[in-house]
T-cell receptor, first 113, second 115 residues
Framework: GAGVSQSPSNKVTEKGKDVELRCDPISGHTALYWYRQRLGQGLEFLIYFQGNSAPDKSGLPSDRFSAERTGESVSTLTIQRTQQEDSAVYLC???????????FGPGTRLTVL | AQSVTQPDIHITVSEGASLELRCNYSYGATPYLFWYVQSPGQGLQLLLKYFSGDTLVQGIKGFEAEFKRSQSSFNLRKPSVHWSDAAEYFCAVVPFYNQGGKLIFGQGTELSVKP
């Protein structure tokens, strides 16, 4: 595809429910990142995948957050037992293995009621 | 603590006026430096980046940025602002020691443009 895509674009859920957010990176990009953007704040790194290496999970805020990526394709970010403080825009980015620029998707706006 | 600081949360300029958005970082070694723009409802778009070499870098949409090692700064400039430049601007770094290339962002500066 032309760029990074994410789905859904918006998600409203009730506190305590689980949600899954999806990211389709640019074809051929080996690196994939998830970031979180809370209202009025900058982006926070969550997790990073590079090829078949073990992911860097150092930014995940709690064990309720997890992510998977199959090979160099789609990634899903799962938030279990959502809390109101999880409300944010979740952005995905991908990067070529030898490049330095990350290309961002449009994000998923998550609202936890 | 290591961080990226954008001192101005919100800036308003008149259309046609010049613009400078400030960014300071606190890392021991010079990191890779980036400016991104985020328009309402859009993802982030890279404006420009600095890795090494010439300290004045040119980007898209008429933006430029100057790296000043002595001030640990990477300020973004545009000589004449257009109404379409209204957006949120983020400075970001990849620290030298960062093996994974993960970006560390400033808090962002929201730019409003007056007609």
């Amino acid at each position: 595809g032309a760029g990074v895509s994410q789905s859904p674009s918006n998600k409203v859920t009730e506190k305590g429910k689980d949600v899954e957010l999806r990211c389709d990176p640019i074809s051929g990009h080996t690196a994939l990142y998830w970031y979180r953007q809370r209202l009025g704040q900058g982006l926070e790194f969550l997790i990073y995948f590079q090829g078949n290496s073990a992911p860097d999970k150092s930014g995940l805020p709690s064990d309720r957050f997890s992510a998977e990526r199959t090979g160099e394709s789609v990634s899903t970010l799962t938030i279990q037992r959502t809390q109101q403080e999880d409300s944010a825009v979740y952005l995905c980015a991908s990067r070529q293995g030898s490049g330095n620029e990350q290309f961002f998707g449009p994000g998923t706006r998550l609202t936890v009621l | 603590a290591q961080s990226v600081t954008q001192p101005d949360i919100h800036i308003t300029v008149s259309e046609g006026a010049s613009l400078e958005l400030r960014c300071n970082y606190s890392y021991g070694a010079t990191p890779y430096l980036f400016w991104y723009v985020q328009s309402p409802g859009q993802g982030l778009q890279l404006l420009l980046k600095y890795f090494s070499g010439d300290t004045l870098v040119q980007g898209i949409k008429g933006f430029e940025a100057e790296f000043k090692r002595s001030q640990s700064s990477f300020n973004l400039r545009k000589p004449s602002v257009h109404w379409s430049d209204a957006a949120e601007y983020f400075c970001a770094v990849v620290p030298f020691y960062n093996q994974g290339g993960k970006l560390i962002f400033g808090q962002g500066t929201e730019l409003s443009v007056k007609p």
